[in-house]
């Protein structure tokens, strides 16, 4: 079955850079694309950026961007999302999910459908 | 960007309740509106994609209705397990954007 299993948590000073691994399995590597999100403690979902797992392409959330990067190696089926300039309001779980995708009417549409087990990431001084 | 806005934000429910949850979007997103369920300390589960597409093992004491702005989850028969906080999330365009979520409470 699908799975994707996520580095462990980490502790991080303010300025410092994380990066996150999500190591899939269970399916194609290629043929879907990724995305990050976190969840600050006690909070809701935030969307961080999507990375094609086929040719690398990213789109970032604008708040993320020049902060946040996000890559695949497809010869271990693992994608990467790093974020620098660490702040204590960075500090939250960190998801990767695997997107599918089905066509309609109004075109190609990915979706979110398995999801790692989560990384916290703290930081603090 | 797209604002999801979901009500009510807690809901209080008995074992056996037929539940819904409302999720508005600020503009239209056709049918790419998700459902997610989360309990606490575990990763969210996907429920719904399509607005009323089951994801792969979700049983069909839930559904998903609605379109353009305004959508619908129904959970009939609550159990335990049911318990929880659901997101509503729209995929249409970037950025994904996420309802403020429904804590779901046993009454």
């Known amino acids: 079955q699908v799975q994707l299993v996520q580095s462990g948590a980490e502790v991080k000073k303010p300025g410092a850079s994380v990066k996150v691994s999500c190591k899939a399995s269970g399916y194609i590597f290629t043929n879907s694309g990724i995305s990050w999100l976190r969840q600050a403690p006690g909070q809701g979902l935030e969307w961080m950026g999507w990375i094609s797992s086929y040719n690398g392409n990213t789109d970032y959330e604008h708040k993320f961007q020049g902060r946040v990067t996000m890559t695949t190696d497809t010869s271990t089926s693992t994608a990467y999302m790093e974020l620098r300039s660490l702040r204590s309001d960075d500090t939250a779980v960190y998801y990767c999910t695997r997107l599918n995708h089905y066509y309609d009417s109004s075109g190609y549409h990915e979706y979110f459908q398995q999801w790692g087990q989560g990384t916290l990431v703290t930081v603090s001084s | 960007d797209i604002q999801m806005t979901q009500s009510p934000s807690s809901l209080s429910a008995s074992v056996g309740d037929r539940v819904t949850i409302t999720c508005r979007a600020s503009?239209?997103?056709?049918?790419?509106l998700a459902w997610f369920q989360q309990k606490p300390g575990k990763a969210p589960k996907s429920l719904i994609y399509a607005t009323s597409n089951l994801q792969s093992g979700v049983p069909s004491k839930f559904s998903g209705s609605g379109s353009g702005t305004d959508f619908i989850l129904t959970i009939r028969s609550l159990q335990p397990e049911d318990f929880a906080t659901y997101y509503c999330?729209?995929?249409?365009?970037?950025?994904?954007?996420f309802g403020q979520g429904t804590r779901l409470e046993i009454k």
């Open positions: 503009q239209g997103i056709g049918n790419s």
């Open positions: 999330q729209q995929y249409d365009s970037y950025p994904i954007t």
